[in-house]
T-cell receptor, first 110, second 113 residues
Framework: KQEVTQIPAALSVPEGENLVLNCSFTDSAIYNLQWFRQDPGKGLTSLLLIQSSQREQTSGRLNASLDKSSGRSTLYIAASQPGDSATYLCAVDNFNKFYFGSGTKLNVKP | DGGITQSPKYLFRKEGQNVTLSCEQNLNHDAMYWYRQDPGQGLRLIYYSQIVNDFQKGDIAEGYSVSREKKESFPLTVTSAQKNPTAFYLC????????????FGQGTRLTVV
């Protein structure tokens, strides 16, 4: 069974810092990996989708990489802002079943 | 607008009652999913369906039931057999292809009173 782990569980940084969130998974037979943002009491908003054949995807200040063979993905956030404060979840797609990590709770201080 | 609508946003259940959570999508997606989220934890899969009139158990299906009579709708019933139903429930949908992107509703918070 696929296991997804996210490190760190929580992160508090001053505004402007660049930061890296980590996601690891045990079964490399995935279709893709997706990063989500979740605000308190809300649903999930998709940030980036990396297909299994890709190494990275970029959207604005966000860059996500995927190393399928080692079972790792990172989400890089450049020049963090207080509005980036949220929980970030990664999910892997195993044949159209999505498995989630428990998230990294990010707090960006003004 | 295209998207996934979950209702109600908040739901209260008395001990021993069954309650049904609604999930509707107008994205024309074949696959729909129900997840449960507990505080500080990731999402756990309850049930999923990849085609109308067919659905499969996820990792924590005990105490839950679903139906998929229409492509757009995937209601979840939390039965009295579910011993600890208080949680945040999220519905998602996706196309059934490789490299699919999942889209989520805004969730229903269920509380047992």
């Amino acid at each position: 069974k696929q296991e997804v782990t996210q490190i760190p569980a929580a992160l508090s940084v001053p505004e402007g810092e660049n930061l890296v969130l980590n996601c690891s998974f045990t079964d490399s037979a995935i279709y893709n990996l997706q990063w989500f943002r979740q605000d308190p009491g809300k649903g999930l908003t998709s940030l980036l989708l990396i297909q299994s054949s890709q190494r990275e995807q970029t959207s604005g200040r966000l860059n996500a990489s995927l190393d399928k063979s080692s079972g790792r993905s990172t989400l890089y956030i450049a020049a963090s802002q207080p509005g980036d404060s949220a929980t970030y979840l990664c999910a892997v797609d195993n044949f159209n079943k999505f498995y989630f990590g428990s998230g990294t709770k990010l707090n960006v201080k003004p | 607008d295209g998207g996934i609508t979950q209702s109600p946003k908040y739901l209260f259940r008395k001990e021993g009652q069954n309650v049904t959570l609604s999930c509707e999508q107008n994205l024309n997606h074949d696959a729909m999913y129900w997840y449960r989220q507990d505080p500080g934890q990731g999402l756990r899969l309850i049930y999923y369906s990849q085609i109308v009139n067919d659905f499969q158990k996820g990792d924590i299906a005990e105490g839950y039931s679903v139906s998929r009579e229409k492509k757009e709708s995937f209601p979840l019933t939390v039965t009295s057999a579910q011993k600890n139903p208080t949680a945040f429930y999220l519905c998602a949908s996706s196309p059934v292809t490789m490299n699919t992107e999942a889209f989520f509703g805004q969730g229903t918070r269920l509380t047992v009173v």
